[in-house]
């Protein structure tokens, strides 16, 4: 299949349908935030090195070698932006219990977490508009849809800096109801972070069962070099094993959902992007339980657990 064959797939929703998935994400980072307090972002500043090398590798690397990897791969232009897209969001909310599962360092976890939803705001439209404008095939996208890094700044401050600091806020000032809400918070965000990747992906079945080995394989390779790069910047940095794992989880998963908000609310559901990036969704909760897995089984000397 040609890359004009899968940019015919469009995603589309009217305007109130934006607005419902807009406001449901927003409702999952305000979940996500109940977890969060100001100490996490404190932690940063005391023990700053750990989740330091996680940013590093999380908003300057990774976005950087996806780049080197679209012009390696050469995949369909809107795959390629995918990618790039992908790269440029902050870690997941899933990494903090993988980590957990993976024996790692959970305050690192915690703490990447917290510092990167908070970036992304400036980070995530910076590194999309920067690499993708890198990448001659990309870029003839990002010129096609005229993308404002104000505009994205604006829509991420929206759906993740309000609901941030109003979980935050929550958190500090009412500890009790904070902690009502928030396990039905955490089964609303999962239920509803599948429901929008399974719904990009059946919207375009037959499309999707037509390139999945390509997309598959693409984001198997995304996703291990992520998992990777995480990991092995902790380790050449001599960070703790229980801090490597954590910051391995922290790239390796990403926030999907945000890739997918942008793509329906900037690229009109652009085929490749919507496919590429639904498709991560999924992967990488797999990818990060296996990884889970396999760091569980694996007997190390003088292992802390975080």
Known sequence: MDAATIDQIRLNFNPQGMFVINAAIGLMMFGVALDLKLDDFKRVIVSPKAPGIGLIAQFILLPALTFLLTLVLRPQPSIALGMILVASCPGGNLSNIVTYLAKGNCAVSISMTAVSTAAAIFMTPLNLSLWGSLNPDTAVILKAVSLSPMDVFTTIFFIL???????????????????????????????????????ALAANWAIFIQVVGVVM?????HNALALNLGYWSGRV??????????????????????G????????????????????????HIIAGLITAFIFTRRSLPALQEG
């Open 237 to 258: 940095a001599g960070l703790p094993e229980p801090d490597c794992r954590a910051v391995c989880i922290e790239v390796g998963i990403q926030n999907s959902a945000l």
């Open 161 to 199: 800096g309000i609901p941030l600091i109003a979980g935050l806020t929550l958190s500090r000032y009412f500890p009790s109801l904070a902690d009502k809400v928030r396990k039905p918070f955490k089964i609303f965000s999962l239920i509803f972070f599948m429901v929008i990747v399974l719904g």
């Open 260 to 283: 997918l908000v942008l793509v329906f609310n900037f690229f009109g559901g652009l085929g490749g992007m919507a496919i590429l990036v639904a498709w991560w969704g999924i992967w």
């Open 217 to 221: 394989l693409i984001v198997l390779l």
